[in-house]
């Protein structure tokens, strides 16, 4: 398998209904071997999500920032 392939085969995305932290928007996630990328389009918001352990498997964590 070349290095195309092993990347094509291990992206994953994922959409999660009212998931967006900044307007409950549907939030799209992709996974890939670089990590994940988030995408709101109803406010175009971008981030890049953390993968953390759960106790049923990954979860996405988002960082916040306090003012």
Do not use: T
Not at 21 to 34: E, K, N, T
Not at 46 to 57: T, W
Not at 60 to 67: D, I, T, Y
Request: aromatic share 4%; with cysteine.
């Amino acid at each position: 398998m070349n290095a195309k392939e092993h990347v094509e085969n291990h992206v994953r995305d994922l959409r999660i209904p009212g998931g967006c932290v900044a307007c409950g928007g549907d939030l799209v996630i992709r996974v890939s071997p670089s990590g994940a990328w988030s995408y709101c389009g109803r406010c175009v918001r971008l981030s890049r999500p953390l993968l953390v352990p759960g106790p049923a498997g990954p979860e996405f964590a988002e960082l916040a920032a306090a003012a």
